[in-house]
């Protein structure tokens, strides 16, 4: 029996399908630590957890290193430490060390979240990426701009996904970011080249250092655009094969670009490129699941389950590869401009064919706060095994479904 220690900040829905899967994985014991106090638990949760500890502050590893030797003086020693948030790969990182608790160290977390120094190990390796630069002056800004030329895509250092990232299309671009947020020796900021083309995500899992299962998902349009105009709608695609010339370069690039930044055992999450001439170029690595509704398409595309079967990977060390027997994807619902959800128009007006394809869906709710976020404020997955067939039902339900605000 192996206990485990998992850190959830807060009861996020999109945690807890993590959380809950931890907990159902055979010869394993989960102790949960959280902000939140333990009577707002799910009552069939609370019961199958072997023990629960509240901490403030869950990027504190030494409040996380408190809250482990807590549970290890009641339930015995953790023997493994997980979380699937990206800000908290470093201090669980930390604490491993401090405790000696198997997995992922420091220094490679600090590899997947520190951007900068992920660029350099990356292009020290040979794997092409954007040109880059971490800006600590609004002079030294300028100066990569002028070097770099336009358009440029800026981002905090240690950032999570597309959130905070900003494009600057020209001179008076940069002048109006550098006047709301100059850079500084305290609040640096990472500038890079804008990559043009095609961009999807790159999903593996590796064990012992070795990939042992990946996928291959499209996004239309790119995520910076679908931040820059708040209105669109968005899909992303797992295509059914991937084992073509089309994703080729990917599949060829990625392995050596994960051996380079050292993880050996987990699931990854890797943003790419396909430029105009047909070669491909990373942008980022997470060391964690997908987020953005990926994990649960994947879990469709293979009838599959991923989360258990993270949880199995980083308790247990073992993954049973499976087959990719579908095609899925998303479609994002966002509403225009700000405010409350006032409903949502169009479902009617969907066909039956696209409606048989659904196999979840989260649609928003009359009443609610837009959450303003570029993955909406509602979802809806479908699968097929033709990839043609869920790009146009994707396409159809973008284009004819609206969330209206007011």
Same mark, same amino acid.
């Given at each position: =029996?192996?206990? !485990?220690?998992?850190?959830?900040?807060?009861?996020?829905?999109? /945690?807890?399908?993590?959380?809950?899967?931890?907990?159902? $994985?055979?010869?394993? +014991?989960?102790?949960?630590? /959280?902000?939140? %106090?333990?009577?707002?638990?799910?009552?069939?949760?609370?019961?199958?957890?072997?023990?629960?500890?509240?901490?403030?502050?869950?990027?504190? @590893?030494?409040?996380?290193?408190?809250? *482990?030797?807590?549970?290890?003086?009641?339930?015995? %020693?953790?023997?493994?430490?997980?979380?699937?948030? +990206?800000?908290?790969?470093?201090?669980?990182?930390?604490?491993?060390?401090?405790?000696?608790?198997?997995?992922?160290?420091?220094?490679?977390?600090?590899?997947?979240?520190?951007?900068?120094? =992920?660029?350099?190990?990356?292009?020290?390796?040979?794997?092409?990426?954007?040109?880059?630069?971490?800006?600590?002056?609004? !002079?030294?800004?300028?100066?990569?701009?002028?070097?770099?030329?336009?358009?440029?895509?800026?981002?905090?250092? @240690?950032g999570a996904g597309a959130k905070s990232t900003f494009r600057l299309d020209d001179p008076e671009d940069l002048r109006v970011w550098l006047e @709301?947020?100059?850079?500084?020796?305290?609040?640096?900021? &990472?500038?890079?080249?804008?990559?043009?083309?095609?961009?999807?995500?790159?999903?593996?899992?590796?064990?012992?250092?070795?990939?042992?299962?990946?996928?291959?998902?499209?996004?239309?349009?790119?995520?910076?655009? *679908?931040?820059?105009?708040? #209105?669109?709608?968005?899909?992303?695609?797992?295509?059914?094969?991937?084992?073509?010339? +089309?994703?080729?370069?990917?599949?060829? $690039?990625?392995?050596?670009?994960?051996?380079?930044?050292?993880?050996? /055992?987990?699931?990854?999450? &890797? +943003? #790419?490129?396909?430029?105009?001439?047909?070669?491909?170029?990373?942008?980022?690595?997470?060391?964690?699941?997908?987020?953005?509704?990926? /994990?649960?398409?994947?879990?469709?595309?293979?009838?599959?389950?991923?989360?258990?079967? #993270?949880?199995?990977? &980083? $308790?247990?060390?073992?993954?049973?590869?499976?087959?990719?027997?579908?095609?899925?994807?998303?479609?994002?619902?966002?509403?225009?401009?700000?405010?409350?959800?006032?409903?949502?128009?169009?479902?009617?007006?969907?066909?039956?064919?696209?409606?048989?394809?659904?196999?979840?869906?989260?649609?928003?709710?009359?009443?609610? &706060?837009?959450?303003?976020?570029?993955?909406?404020?509602?979802? $809806?997955?479908?699968?097929?095994?033709?990839?043609?067939?869920?790009?146009?039902?994707?396409?159809?339900?973008?284009?004819? *479904?609206?969330?209206?605000l007011g």
């Amino acid at each position: =029996m192996v206990l !485990a220690a998992f850190v959830a900040p807060y009861l996020l829905d999109a /945690t807890m399908r993590f959380v809950d899967a931890a907990a159902s $994985v055979p010869d394993t +014991e989960l102790a949960l630590i /959280t902000c939140e %106090p333990e009577d707002r638990l799910p009552g069939e949760l609370r019961h199958r957890l072997a023990g629960h500890w509240r901490i403030d502050d869950p990027l504190d @590893a030494g409040q996380i290193a408190a809250a *482990v030797q807590g549970l290890s003086g009641h339930l015995g %020693p953790v023997q493994r430490l997980l979380a699937v948030l +990206e800000q908290l790969q470093v201090p669980l990182a930390q604490v491993r060390e401090h405790l000696g608790i198997a997995g992922m160290d420091a220094a490679t977390a600090h590899n997947f979240r520190d951007k900068a120094q =992920m660029k350099s190990v990356l292009r020290a390796a040979g794997v092409p990426c954007a040109r880059y630069r971490l800006a600590d002056s609004p !002079a030294a800004a300028a100066e990569f701009a002028a070097a770099a030329g336009y358009p440029l895509v800026v981002k905090p250092p @240690a950032g999570a996904g597309a959130k905070s990232t900003f494009r600057l299309d020209d001179p008076e671009d940069l002048r109006v970011w550098l006047e @709301a947020a100059p850079p500084g020796p305290d609040r640096l900021a &990472m500038m890079e080249e804008f990559l043009t083309g095609e961009e999807g995500s790159y999903d593996s899992v590796m064990a012992d250092g070795q990939i042992v299962w990946d996928s291959v998902s499209r996004y239309f349009p790119t995520p910076l655009e *679908v931040l820059r105009n708040p #209105w669109i709608q968005w899909i992303v695609v797992l295509p059914r094969e991937i084992d073509g010339p +089309e994703y080729a370069g990917i599949r060829e $690039v990625a392995p050596a670009a994960l051996r380079a930044l050292g993880l050996a /055992t987990g699931f990854t999450h &890797m +943003e #790419w490129f396909r430029r105009p001439d047909g070669s491909v170029a990373v942008s980022e690595v997470a060391a964690r699941p997908a987020g953005g509704q990926i /994990t649960s398409m994947l879990c469709y595309a293979c009838d599959f389950d991923f989360y258990r079967s #993270w949880a199995q990977l &980083m $308790v247990h060390g073992t993954f049973a590869p499976p087959q990719r027997r579908w095609s899925a994807g998303t479609a994002y619902l966002r509403g225009q401009g700000a405010g409350y959800i006032r409903g949502v128009q169009g479902l009617d007006q969907l066909p039956g064919e696209v409606k048989s394809l659904v196999v979840e869906s989260r649609l928003p709710t009359p009443g609610q &706060m837009s959450s303003g976020s570029y993955e909406g404020d509602g979802y $809806v997955i479908v699968r097929h095994p033709d990839t043609a067939v869920v790009t146009e039902a994707l396409r159809r339900l973008i284009t004819t *479904v609206r969330v209206e605000l007011g």
